[in-house]
């Protein structure tokens, strides 16, 4: 992540409270690359809740289980499988009253577009059944805001802000139609206040205007205030300027891991259908390719010219991934 993310600014880490049970509700842009900034910026060891899509394949499934992720399935999974939330549930209310931190993107899906979109009611079903089977189980609800600077860019800036905790007992009604829609709104306005959240209505127009005035969208609040205003009360992103360098390590950094390169520009990145997941496959490629390329030169170098060439070229070419994404 250190290598992937020009910078990644965390704000308000002291409202995930360490102590108690919490259940992470964030925003869901960015397909797995969410997921990686939780877990390495919240400070709780987390389970994740995701969809049962991506565990198709058993090694894949496998893979992700080992990360503490949980599949969620949806009727577009077919509605023999949505009996299978509920053992998925209960395992969920275990790990609450056992003091865990679980994560839940209640959009439902992923999107590029910088609102927040209708939450499922999925969330609000574990934080009910929680409270039914664990009464005394101290239940927080904290509410997460992702935003990226440019999601599809290399190198890109994320934020990630946490809310203040939100006690559950208190939404725990005897109505529980009623429970669920007053839960749901307030987590809804909690994450709009966290990351950029244009209205639906002319969402077009209005990001290429936000885009003109150069906003900087790691600053939700100032991009909702401007939204809110008509577009008329708008600060600009202070633009910091780019090392002159900079054009030049990105060269650097292509010839450095050709092949990992021309892996991705021609072979992986053509065959991604949604955009979601461009950063999530490249951000795989980083952490998969490019150790496998150095320790392959490395071991080559080490054969032929010695270990001081072969140690050198691994620190240089580190160095210059480092000043690419950093510059």
Request: proline share 5%.
């Amino acid at each position: 992540m250190f290598f992937y993310f020009k910078s990644i600014k965390v704000y308000d880490i002291e409202n995930v409270v360490k102590n108690k049970p919490v259940l992470l509700l964030s925003n869901h842009q960015n397909a797995l690359l969410d997921a990686l900034i939780i877990a390495v910026k919240s400070g709780r060891f987390s389970y994740f809740l995701t969809r049962a899509g991506v565990f198709n394949k058993p090694f894949v499934a496998k893979l992700l289980k080992s990360f503490q992720m949980l599949p969620v399935y949806r009727v577009r999974d077919g509605w023999g499988k949505l009996s299978n939330n509920e053992a998925i549930f209960e395992a969920c209310s275990k790990l609450l009253n056992n003091g865990a931190s679980v994560v839940i993107f209640p959009e439902g899906n992923h999107s590029l577009k910088r609102m927040v979109r209708p939450l499922s009611k999925g969330f609000t079903r574990i934080v009910f059944e929680t409270l039914e089977t664990y009464p005394t189980t101290n239940l927080q609800l904290v509410p997460v805001g992702l935003n990226y600077a440019e999601a599809t860019s290399f190198p890109d800036s994320a934020s990630i802000y946490f809310g203040k905790p939100i006690a559950a007992k208190p939404y725990y009604l005897d109505d529980r139609n009623a429970a669920i829609v007053k839960l749901k709104a307030k987590i809804q306005a909690e994450i709009g206040q966290l990351t950029t959240d244009i209205p639906k209505a002319n969402y077009e127009v209005t990001i290429e205007v936000l885009k003109r005035l150069e906003v900087d969208f790691l600053n939700p609040k100032a991009v909702n205030t401007c939204v809110a205003s008509n577009l008329q009360n708008c600060v600009a992103r202070k633009v910091v300027s780019s090392s002159v360098l900079k054009p030049l390590f990105l060269v650097l950094l292509k010839c450095a891991y050709v092949l990992p390169f021309l892996i991705w520009r021609y072979m992986v990145k053509p065959k991604i259908k949604d955009i979601e997941f461009i950063a999530t496959f490249r951000f795989a490629m980083v952490i998969i390719l490019a150790p496998l390329w150095l320790i392959s030169l490395f071991v080559i170098l080490l054969l032929t010219l010695g270990w001081h060439v072969a140690v050198a070229y691994v620190l240089i070419s580190l160095c210059i991934a480092l000043l690419a994404v950093k510059l």
